[in-house]
């Protein structure tokens, strides 16, 4: 055949035939010949070709270019026999599109120049986000990466959560206590109602704009949830969750197309029961939660990824498999995605990784036999 030309890479169409959708049967809660694994942060520090890739260049500019990205993607599926891949880019590029700067310093992480203080702030963001224009760059590096995947794997568009994108905002960059956020959630209820609607509407376009462009699931990331107690998560996050999967699913519905939904919101334990009824197929899980008691609140309502704690792939290998057996015992195989709590870190050791998928599949495999 003749080589493709650059435009055809781009079009999000002729996509090659996926060839492993254990990943998309196990969300759906179908039957699977092994349990799917992948990782949160698979694309990362730890890897040393990553390190090699990213050298010297700015951490966004690397989100803006769709070949970056896409290498990106791919570099741990050569390694590693994953069962799906996640796009590389970065939950802040939303606050971007809405007029926001945001800088990434090294050491520090993330950075906001001038975050949002007061209430009045909010008419400095873009009100009408044209996604398309502002990142067209994130569905070009989809598009790309689901032509040079070659239908290996499903490839997991992503997002923020409204509410840990309005903590990073008004921050202005990491913090133990979210105090600054948290202060505008009780002092100024409805100027926060106000950006949360503001950033989930945003957030419904681009997640359609991911999947227009290829993205065959998609992960709604809240990783500052636990920073909330149960009272301010039912007002300032669940609803807006709720509404990103609702809406974003009543428009697949329009084209008849239906795309896995996972919500992942760190550390809120408490609002299991409600996580499972919000319209997503899969409730991710951080590591504090145990598996056998996640699958009984949660009643087998839904699919559930997760939890190993990232640092368990600090042991040594024969310990990280008994480790595995444990949690997918707990979990059990059916409508189960296996993934760390968390992502991985910068210092974690790549053999461990593939410890942890091998361990994965090969316990699932013999379970699953033994049904």
């Given amino acids: 055949a003749a080589e493709m030309s650059k435009d055809e890479l781009i079009l999000p169409k002729d996509f090659p035939t996926l060839q492993n959708d254990t990943f998309l049967r196990a969300a759906r809660g179908e039957e699977t010949e092994h349990v799917p694994v992948w990782c949160m942060r698979q694309a990362g520090r730890y890897l040393p070709e990553f390190r090699e890739s990213r050298a010297g260049k700015d951490f966004f500019d690397t989100c803006r270019s769709p070949e970056s990205c896409c290498e990106l993607t791919l570099q741990p599926l050569r390694r590693f026999p994953f069962d799906a891949a996640i796009i590389f880019s970065d939950i802040l590029v939303v606050p971007q599109a809405m007029g926001m700067d945001v800088l990434m310093v090294a050491g520090k992480g993330p950075t906001f120049p001038d975050p949002l203080k007061e209430p009045e ?27 040079k995947i070659e239908g290996k794997v499903p490839l997991i568009g ?3 959560a409204p509410w840990t994108l309005m903590a990073y905002m008004i921050e202005g960059g990491g913090s133990n206590t979210y105090s600054k956020a948290k202060r505008w959630l009780y002092r100024h209820p409805e100027a926060s109602h106000m950006l949360l609607r503001m950033l989930t509407d945003v957030i419904v376009e681009y997640l359609l704009g991911q999947v227009a462009a290829g993205a065959q699931a998609l992960q709604v990331f809240d990783s500052h949830a636990g920073i909330l107690g149960p009272v301010q998560f039912k007002d300032f996050s669940l609803p807006y969750l709720r509404d990103i999967a609702r809406r974003v ?17 760190k550390d809120a334990h408490y609002a299991l029961e409600d996580l499972s009824q919000s319209h997503y197929e899969v409730v991710g899980l951080d590591w ?15 699919s559930l990824q997760g939890n190993m704690d990232p640092c368990a792939l600090y042991s040594p290998k024969d310990r990280i498999s008994e480790i595995v057996q444990k949690m997918v015992e707990g979990f059990g195989t059916r409508g189960y995605i296996a993934n760390l709590g968390h992502g991985l870190y910068p210092d974690m050791d790549p053999e461990n990784v593939g410890a942890f998928v091998e361990a994965v599949h090969q316990h699932s495999k013999l379970m699953i036999k033994q049904i």
């Fill in 288 to 302: 504090t939660i145990d598996p056998r008691s996640a699958r009984e609140r949660t009643g087998g309502k839904v």
């Fill in 121 to 147: 702030d909010l008419q400095r963001l873009r009100t009408a986000v044209d996604v398309e224009k502002e990142l067209g760059y994130v569905f070009k590096a989809i598009t790309l990466t689901r032509h």
């Fill in 249 to 265: 699913k009543d428009k697949l519905k329009e084209t008849g197309q239906d795309v896995p939904m996972i919500v992942f919101a």
């Fill in 158 to 160: 992503f997002t923020g």
